[in-house]
């Protein structure tokens, strides 16, 4: 009688088991279909971050110091170089940014300088970074890539003014 309970309670221990794993692998799924819940922002914050995502007048172009050694054959300062980003196409399309002389990391990540929240952009899916006097584009083995002019970007790569650059379902140029 005691063999005849054991097997039973094992039988149940065992199908806990199964059913945890089982619940395990939907969960893990689940994660990487749909990502992590976003968390709803206070109406407080909310009213901010709209005050800081309206366009803001362009500032000045301040002249940059070179990068690298041998920067000093670039073009002279107010040359062209761009200095803001503008998205043209996707969920934030008429957001206006200024480039700065910083790089730009682009993706889903809140690390991220630019993030776009989208199924079709990685966590850390590209830098936009001005080298020797010009902005190259990046991309970080992103996993559908990031196309300059329809053209899929596989070495940084310089990006003109008002070229499109595609990331994701965003695109966006980089403007005087």
């Known amino acids: 009688m005691t063999s005849a309970l054991t097997l039973l309670v094992l039988r149940f221990a065992f199908l806990l088991v199964l059913w945890l794993f089982v619940f395990a692998i ?4 689940r994660s990487d279909l749909f990502g992590q819940r976003a ?11 709209a005050a800081a995502t309206a ?60 993030v776009i929240r989208d199924d079709y952009t990685s966590t850390h899916h590209a830098r936009l970074m001005l080298w020797n006097g010009r902005w190259v584009i990046q991309d970080l083995d992103s996993t559908n890539g990031t196309f300059l002019d329809g053209e899929r970007v596989t070495v940084p790569t310089p990006v003109p003014v008002n070229t499109t650059v595609t990331i994701g379902q965003t695109s966006f140029e980089l403007r005087r």
């Open 26 to 29: 939907v969960y893990a799924l």
């Open 39 to 49: 968390r709803k922002m206070p109406a407080d914050a909310r009213a901010g971050q």
């Open 55 to 114: 366009p803001a007048p362009p500032a000045p172009a301040a002249p940059r110091a070179p990068s690298m050694p041998n920067a000093a054959a670039s073009a002279p300062p107010g040359d062209g170089t761009p200095s803001r980003l503008i998205i043209t196409k996707g969920a934030k399309a008429g957001l206006e940014m200024p480039l700065g002389d910083g790089p730009l990391t682009i993706g889903r990540s809140q690390e991220s300088n630019l």
